[in-house]
């Protein structure tokens, strides 16, 4: 079965500090895996996006890293500030055809206190 | 440049009314898709369309309905509502074809509609 599990699912970190969420899939054949990062209230936006053949991308302060062997993703947040509050979703997109099929993880709910 | 704008915002119904909601995507983009969102789900793939032509299909009953136009606009159509539809809805445009299934190309989320049934 084609699963995407996040964890943690909600986690609390001081201003500052480091923090890595994690991100395990199931699905198959693998075609690419994306973090969005979600505001109370606002859509998703995209964070990253990796195919197979990348294993670390960066976006200013969010490096993503991918291990398609293990199957495993994870997102390191570096020097949290206030504004990363937010929920982190993981996607992964499969082949399925012509057409790709997106499965969505549940999320990691992160906030930043000072 | 102008984000994915999503109407109404906000809409409360009744069980058995339907639902019309609208999207519009970034200029120039001709690909929608549309997401539910509940607490307990999570992000939920609903269709996609393409050049007025639904590409991509997620697993939900024929009560979910939609469609695309020829300036790209898209709506979604829910008939018979249910409490359990009460959800975030959330569109979002690409410029990929989604036939490329190896593409990795950005897709901008709308603000969303959030949906009540009462």
């Known amino acids: 079965k084609n699963q995407v599990e996040q964890s943690p699912q909600s986690l609390i970190i001081l201003e500052g500090k480091n923090c890595t969420l994690q991100?395990?899939?199931?699905?198959?054949?693998?075609?690419?895996l994306r973090w969005y990062k979600q505001d109370t209230g606002r859509g998703p936006v995209s964070l990253t996006i990796?195919?197979?053949?990348?294993n670390t991308k960066s976006n200013g302060r969010y490096t993503a890293t991918l291990d398609a062997d293990t199957k495993q993703s994870s997102l390191h947040i570096t020097a949290s500030q206030l504004s990363d509050s937010a929920s982190y979703i993981c996607?992964?997109?499969?082949?399925?055809?012509?057409?790709?099929?997106?499965?969505f993880g549940t999320g990691t709910r992160l906030q930043v206190t000072l | 440049k102008a984000g994915v704008t999503q109407t109404p915002r906000y809409l409360i119904k009744t069980r058995g009314q339907q639902v019309t909601l609208s999207c519009s995507p970034i200029?120039?983009?001709?690909?929608v898709s549309w997401y539910q969102q509940t607490p307990g789900q999570g992000l939920q793939f609903l269709f996609e369309?393409?050049?007025?032509?639904?590409?991509n299909k997620g697993n939900f009953p024929g009560r979910f309905s939609g469609r695309q136009f020829s300036n790209s606009r898209s709506e979604m159509n829910v008939s018979t509502l249910e409490l359990g539809d009460s959800a975030l809805y959330l569109c979002?445009?690409?410029?990929?074809?989604?036939?490329?299934?190896?593409?990795?190309?950005?897709?901008?989320f709308g603000p969303g509609t959030r949906l009540t049934v009462l």
């Open positions: 996607v992964v997109s499969r082949y399925v055809g012509t057409a790709s099929k997106l499965t």
């Open positions: 200029s120039g983009h001709r690909s």
């Open positions: 979002a445009s690409s410029l990929v074809n989604p036939i490329y299934s190896t593409s990795t190309d950005t897709q901008y």
């Open positions: 990796m195919t197979f053949s990348e």
């Open positions: 991100c395990n899939y199931t699905v198959s054949p693998f075609s690419n």
């Open positions: 369309y393409f050049s007025e032509t639904q590409r």
